[in-house]
């Protein structure tokens, strides 16, 4: 018999009855029922509207001065249009595995394509790869970019003009994730649960503020919840604080027992209590905040005003609209973003404190039309989009051309040498 595997087996078969206890515990059937609306998805609807495609992609490697070169590319593509950006750099970094600075670079370059589209005339969809609300809820920050340090004032710089003219010319912009780890939907629905049991709305809020902060708040919200809720819905928020479980677990649970596919009700995002924490500082004192936050790059002249001004377009950025879509009872949702201007409301990402739902009934026809333009580029299992699949094959960096060219150049040009061929690493995301 192998090392270990009575102990082995005994361990799975402990969680798996640690598994089932929980999902007693965590019973959101009544309330799913609600905030689940049936769509049937198939490939026959006709989508009119043209769609621009977004992603990007990155390579870097080691060089024999313990720096890191690297290789940034987006694309934004349609049917007859194609954007392109590019952006190299060499920086030091004290781990070469750990540049995540690269990911807000890929961004930014997806902000520049898809603007460019704009300002070229395009008219349609604008598909990102990715959440949307994730992008605006970045902290402005100094980063370790020797040569970008001011890299997230670029950053939301381009986003807010990309946001704004997106909505002057009445283009929608819709992220698509795929298998989506958030769980903004199972938190609404756990404050539903508490306002059906009559919970007061402040002991609610604080109760669904501690539930996302995490860490000690809600250790302390827990302690609270045991001495005043009512046993099943105390029992169904501990559990709700220790599985930690992702949206897309209970939708497939749900969802699949009633074999329905659909999408969960649109919901406005409310912010996380850091990012308001952060957001009302900056507001209050818009250059002490920037001198605090970008100490090096404060010392450039004329960058404070140049700062101050991006701090006003953070203030004016869209409150988000997202919800879950699950096109297929054997697949796994996607999480869809959308601008909330797109669905009539005129609130911004700081306005929400708490996720709100739709009045679906008035916004029927804006929610179907993304429903049909997800539907239409839906082609099962291995390409959940079309049109990302088709940008994302275009962008994506292979190491045989990382290497032959790009690296190859770059050491044409600049004389620095790789590291020997033996001890080339390379990353690829």
Known sequence: MPAFLTEFMNELHAEKERL?????????????????????FHCEFRFCFDVLAVDSSSAKHSLGDSSIFYVVRALALSASRRYKRVSVGREYAPNFKDLPLLGRLREHLEHLVALDALKDGFEGFILIDGSLFGRLSHIPKETDFVRNRALMVDYFEVLSSFLDTSRRLSVPVVGV??????????????????????????????LIRSAVEGGSSAVFALKRAEEELDEGVKRLFRAFLLQRRPD???????????????????????TKPRFRREFDAMRKDPEGFMRRRFPISALEEGFLERAKSVVKSIERLPAIVSFHVLPALNDTPMRIDVPAWFFGINKTLSDVRFPEDLV?????ERLEEILRMISAGYCGLENYNIWLSAVDSAVKMHKDVFEAVYLRKFEEITGLEATARGERRVKFP
């Open 360 to 364: 679906v009934c008035e916004n029927n």
């Open 177 to 206: 994730s795929k298998e989506s780890r958030t769980s903004f939907f199972r938190t609404f629905l756990l404050a539903k649960i508490l306002e059906k049991a009559g919970v007061e709305q402040e002991f609610r809020h604080f």
């Open 20 to 40: 089932k206890a929980a999902e007693q515990d965590e019973d959101f059937s009544d309330v799913f029922e609600h905030f689940w609306l049936p769509f049937r």
């Open 248 to 270: 897309f677990q209970l939708i497939l649970k749900y969802a699949r027992s009633k074999n329905e596919t659909g999408c969960t009700a649109p919901l406005i995002l409310g």
